[in-house]
């Protein structure tokens, strides 16, 4: 078979598999129930929420104000801020707000699950709710969690997070990209074969933590308080896994303004690869990275085969986004589809080797691994 035969059947192969892939996604996510509290709902549960901040003093203030303006009892719960050893003035800016509710400590460890953990460990909720100082969380963001807790018994509860105030590009990208995430992660919950989830909206019973040990054994990897410790909760319960479905539980977060900073997040997302455990999530990370790295790698020897690929993703991701946008009420971000397209194929194929081989990088001022 001459070879730019060879490279338009294997693409077309490909292409199809990733479209599969996409609708399969697509299908669950339909499938997954919107949450809505049942009538007269009045959650009892006392929740503690814990912030870990590092080097977050330009955040903090707006995080805990939303938090602080929840539609759930004041009596029912707490807010513990863990400092993980800033380097600015965010245990200060935390420590001035004037209410009982929040409590400011410092984490005895240095890194992001050392301070959850300790913020667990202090916790006098029975439910645990976990978001990070750079977001800010809806109104009605306690009282979702509460009412899916108390009617449903989850063992692990994940919900959405998206991006705001986007003023370029680089923005926009990333808030599609997320939007995407979060079908994914909802879709894959309710499915059972993709378990992921996001460390800025997330709860779990204190009781489950404790019982699972906390971060004990995934502690290796500085990032994956989120995903890990929900492979952790499946393995000990996995018919109690619940994503909540409702535009009004997103937590908000700004997107990455530089080019650099997006590199260091991402960095550190695909640093955890390595350590996924559960072959359909291995096998989907894989097929994203070839149908990126086969479009730029096919553009100079087949670039027919690279255009078909690239047609594949287009009309698979569209319909996605598409569908994740209108959900989420985002249809301005659609106008920004095609050149994403081009930064996702890029980004996709650089970090995922660079999260392969790159075990050192840096954030928020700290060597990590």
Not at 163 to 171: A, R, S, T
Not at 215 to 233: E, N, P, R, T, Y
Request: glycine share 8%; net charge positive.
């Amino acid at each position: 078979m001459p070879l730019p035969e060879t490279f338009l059947l294997t693409a077309i192969a490909i292409g199809i598999a990733y479209l599969v892939a996409i609708g399969y996604i697509r299908m669950w996510w339909r499938r997954l129930p919107e949450w809505r509290p049942p009538a007269n709902d009045n959650p009892t549960v006392f929740i503690s929420v814990i912030v870990p901040a590092r080097n977050e003093a330009a955040n903090i203030g707006a995080c805990l104000q939303s938090l602080l303006s929840q539609n759930y009892p004041a009596h029912l719960f707490e807010i513990i801020v863990v400092d993980d050893h800033s380097e600015d003035d965010t245990a200060r800016r935390a420590g001035s707000i004037p209410d009982e509710r929040v409590r400011v400590v410092v984490s005895p460890g240095a890194q992001k699950k050392q301070a959850l953990a300790y913020g667990v460990s202090l916790a006098r909720g029975e439910l645990i709710a976990a978001t990070d100082a750079d977001c800010q969380a809806p109104p009605q963001w306690l009282s979702l969690l509460a009412s899916a807790y108390e009617n449903r018994r989850p063992a692990f509860i994940a919900a959405p997070v998206a991006f705001h105030k986007e003023n370029n590009l680089l923005g926009y990208f990333q808030s599609l990209d997320y939007l995407g995430m979060m079908v994914l992660t909802g879709a894959g919950i309710y499915s059972g074969r993709l378990l992921l989830a996001n460390g800025a909206n997330l709860a779990y019973p204190k009781a489950v933590f404790e019982e699972v040990g906390g971060f004990a054994g995934i502690d290796h990897v500085a990032s994956g308080d989120d995903m890990f410790l929900l492979q952790k909760i499946a393995r000990r319960y996995p018919d109690r896994l619940f994503f909540i479905k409702n535009p009004e539980a997103t937590v908000l977060t700004s997107p990455q303004p530089s080019l650099a900073g997006l590199w260091a997040q991402r960095l550190r997302w695909a640093s955890k690869s390595s350590a996924f455990r559960g072959g359909v999530m291995l096998v989907y990370l894989a097929l994203v990275f070839v149908v990126c790295g086969g479009i730029l790698l096919g553009l100079a020897p087949a670039p027919f085969a690279a255009l078909i690929l690239l047609a594949f993703k287009l009309i698979a991701d569209y319909a996605l986004l598409s569908e994740a946008c209108r959900y989420f009420q985002r249809s301005d971000l659609l106008r920004y589809f095609l050149p994403a397209q081009l930064l996702h194929i890029a980004y996709i194929a650089l970090i995922g080797l660079a999260g392969v081989f790159v075990r050192r990088y840096r954030w928020k001022g700290r060597e990590v691994r």
